[in-house]
């Protein structure tokens, strides 16, 4: 089935430890997000790729690094994971155009203790 | 100041009946969508409808339609007809500017629960 595909679904790290949340879309779409989800305050951006080859900070970029690996695949990294970072991790695409919604991966759950 | 302002946290309605929830906004580009977003208890993020700063007319999706008042600033969500569902947190989002590499900024949601 096309969509935005996210693994993995779970993960337990401790603190200080790092890890790469893999997403990749087969709809060829040219855009592509990560957002963290946190309990009351809805989604929040964290780096999008505009197009292939450019990558931009969103509203909270702080302790993630991402990698626009092709026009398919957008991974995140946390480098050294803090608890602040326990939460629900979305990727999503979109293709060029103001009109047009994002297509959503299944997300990821990080607990960092 | 917030982009996107859903102001109730929570709301209740009966199986069948009609309900709405508020969304309101605020930017000064003249060029922006709006969009609202379905995440069941499940957890994925489902695209319900679109309503862009030019459309002269509400949009309307089988039972969802989206209430547009420009001047307000607001594009609240009617529901008909709820069923149980229907049951989630619903969210409002916008993309601004006319490029189309915008992002969607969301709202903090709004969870709808129906009862029988």
Known sequence: ?113 | AQKITQTQPGMFVQEKEAVTLDCTYDTSDPSYGLFWYKQPSSGEMIFLIYQGSYDQQNATEGRYSLNFQKARKSANLVISASQLGDSAMYFCAMREGFSGYSTLTFGKGTMLLVSP
């Not at chain 1, 979305?90 to 297509?103: D, K, L």
Request: hydrophobic content about 30%.
């Open chain 1, 1 to 113: 089935n096309a969509g935005v595909t996210q693994t993995p679904k779970f993960q337990v790290l401790k603190t200080g430890q790092s890890m790469t949340l893999q997403c990749a879309q087969d709809m060829n779409h040219n855009s592509m997000y990560w957002y963290r989800q946190d309990p009351g305050m809805g989604l929040r951006l964290i780096y999008y790729s505009a197009s292939e080859g450019t990558t931009d900070k969103g509203e909270v970029p702080n302790g993630y690094n991402v990698s626009r690996l092709n026009k398919r695949e957008f991974s995140l990294r946390l480098e050294s994971a803090a608890p602040s970072q326990t939460s629900v991790y979305f990727c999503a695409s979109s293709p060029v155009g103001q009109g047009n919604g994002y297509t959503f991966g299944s997300g990821t759950r990080l607990t960092v203790v």
